[in-house]
């Protein structure tokens, strides 16, 4: 049974609308780029892990619990997916890695090769065996004393070339569930109650990281944020209000909601709260009226009156 479902990351969906709104040649955008592709892929990664892993139905109880992060010793540690079977706890870190694979033990290196850039990259299996060690005081403090193994997962159908056995499963996504399937299970050291109970513990104690808004945590200056209601057609922030409705300037495209991604961009580049004139400011609306309809229509929570109102989004 899953318990917690993948949602898309917040620090995926700042940079998704950071990557619009700065200018090409800000000092920024180069590294934004490349930290948006790596999110993406990893993302991508996890969602083909996601529709395997679903292809595993055992006659047993399990619980499945994908990207949970728990706070052990004041360290966070993150968990991409973890399974709670009668007998083991497994704990899944997955990797959408592209070219050959090289894995040397004693030390334990992974070393990329792609197209002709060869570099070593931090080992999963490294990471893994750090998350047990927090996982494993985690659940003692609770009074659970379960056996932690952990998995690789490669999403990425990659050449690989592994020197050494290892105890650590490293496996394509794809073949995930067969090896679950071949997993014996042992004596019973957690039933389905107690099962339920664990997994309803780790969603309490989730800490999902919060970066937003970007601005702030990148130290991104306000007026360094391109403003304007951007075309979904053509991407150019040059959309009027004309009408009652969106029309781009550019392409000619129109739309009644275009403001909706901008109050969305508002929300994850620049602050948790937006007043009339900052909206008006953004989307370069000139009239008060206008705006103030746009934002009571938008959803959002407002707080205060007239000149000290404010809007947010609902907690």
């Avoid at 060869?118 to 490294?126: E, G, L």
């Avoid at 105890?167 to 794809?174: K, P, S, V, Y």
Wanted: aromatic letters at 8%; a positive charge.
């Amino acid at each position: 049974m899953i318990y917690k479902k993948r949602s898309k990351p917040l620090m995926l969906v700042g940079l998704e609308s950071l990557i619009i709104r700065l200018p090409n040649n800000h000092y920024y955008y180069p590294k934004v780029e490349e930290d948006l592709r790596k999110r993406r892929a990893g993302f991508a990664g996890e969602l083909n892990f996601d529709k395997h892993i679903n292809e595993f139905r055992p006659s047993y109880p399990i619980a499945l619990l994908h990207d949970v992060c728990l706070l052990q010793n004041g360290v966070y540690f993150q968990m991409d997916s973890v399974m709670i079977l009668p007998d083991r706890i497994l704990i899944f870190e997955v990797k959408n890695l592209a070219g050959t694979l090289r894995v040397k033990t004693n030390p334990t290196q992974f070393i990329q090769e792609h197209y002709e850039e060869r570099k070593v990259i931090n080992s999963p299996i490294t990471e893994l065996d750090r998350k047990k060690i927090f996982l494993e005081l985690w659940l003692k403090e609770r009074g659970f004393n379960i056996p932690i193994k952990g998995i690789v997962a490669l999403a990425f159908t990659n050449e690989l070339h592994n020197e050494n056995q290892m105890d650590t499963i490293l496996a394509f996504t794809q073949e995930i569930p067969i090896i679950l399937y071949d997993m014996k299970v042992s004596d019973e050291l957690i039933n389905r109650i107690e099962m339920k109970k664990l997994a309803v513990e780790m969603i309490n104690a989730h800490q999902e990281y919060n970066p937003l808004p970007l601005c702030r945590t990148m130290n991104i200056p306000r007026e360094e944020i391109l403003s304007g209601v951007i075309c979904q057609n053509c991407s150019e922030g040059k959309m009027q209000w004309q009408k009652k409705r969106w029309k781009c300037i550019v392409c000619q495209s129109v739309c009644a909601n275009s403001h909706h991604q901008l109050l969305s961009d508002w929300f994850c580049l620049i602050d948790n709260k937006i007043t009339n004139r900052e909206f008006r400011s953004f989307s370069m609306i000139d009239d008060r009226s206008v705006a103030k309809r746009m934002l009571k229509k938008s959803g959002l929570l407002m707080t205060g009156k007239a000149k000290t109102a404010f809007y947010s989004k609902h907690r």
